[in-house]
């Protein structure tokens, strides 16, 4: 693997474009080359086999445009498929996961909330992270609906406002003071989070984690990009490239659209 070469991120659509944010922000010499497999979101729903199916077809596809490294920007693929891609590909992995441990480790009330797809909350690694915390009271819901309203642009939505009521309202009746994101596309919706839950509730995500460790493994693997050349950073998607471009702020990014 060469230092030019771009680090690859996948997703179940757009959701993950807050992790290339804090990866982009942290590492800006760095190519990227971003997927969002929005045409098969959400994978929250979709069996582990499924996700696994999806998450090595999506491995492969950056494998083949030379990416040296690969974040797996999507909770549901790293905690249902992680495992296997190590197992089958040679390149590092990053994966992303709740951010338990840190709400954990800091919670004054010992209760925390996690909003996260049905997929991650089912998964193997979620319960093992959960299992380290025992003294914690950890408040799960799943988010029906959230995912497929941003990947349709519906972030402000009124119906969007209603349905985060109705998932964050109990979480603060049961004295919560971290909300924990459980998924890679619930970044975008903090904004109108924050007009739910009262200000002592704080918001953590695992973007900026995620970020940090993409930076360390790079440095591990003498991977890192030391050029001059103005970075590229290009995104991939199977479905409508105007919802891609509007959460990127119309950016001035490289989109192409995959079929």
């Not at 954990?104 to 991650?120: H, R, V």
Request: net charge neutral; aromatic share 6%.
């Amino acid at each position: 693997m060469k230092q030019e070469n771009a680090i690859g991120l996948f997703d179940s659509g757009i959701g993950g474009t807050s992790i290339w944010n804090e990866v982009h922000a942290l590492l800006p010499n760095e190519n990227t080359i971003y997927l969002a497999d929005s045409k098969n979101a959400p994978y929250g729903s979709k069996s582990k086999d499924e996700i696994i199916a999806l998450s090595c077809k999506n491995t492969e596809l950056l494998l083949e445009l030379n990416c040296k490294i690969i974040i797996v920007a999507c909770n549901t693929a790293t905690t249902n498929a992680i495992k296997e891609l190590r197992t089958k590909y040679k390149v590092p992995f990053i994966g992303i996961e709740p951010a338990i441990k840190p709400a954990a480790l800091q919670s004054k009330t010992q209760t925390i909330g996690i909003l996260a797809t049905k997929g991650t909350l089912n998964s193997e690694l979620f319960h093992q992270s959960v299992s380290n915390h025992p003294d914690v009271r950890i408040i799960e819901q799943i988010g029906h609906g959230l995912v497929q309203l941003i990947e349709n642009g519906d972030v402000n939505s009124p119906e969007m406002l209603e349905l985060l009521k109705s998932y964050l309202i109990p979480m603060v009746e049961k004295n919560i003071d971290y909300l924990v994101l459980g998924c890679s596309h619930y970044p975008y919706l903090i904004p109108q989070i924050k007009k739910i839950i009262p200000p002592s509730i704080k918001i953590i995500d695992s973007g900026e984690a995620v970020a940090k460790q993409t930076q360390k493994v790079l440095e591990q693997h003498q991977l890192l990009n030391i050029s001059n050349v103005k970075s590229a950073q290009i995104f991939y998607t199977n479905s409508e490239t105007h919802v891609l471009e509007n959460i990127l702020n119309n950016q001035e990014k490289v989109v192409y659209k995959q079929f």
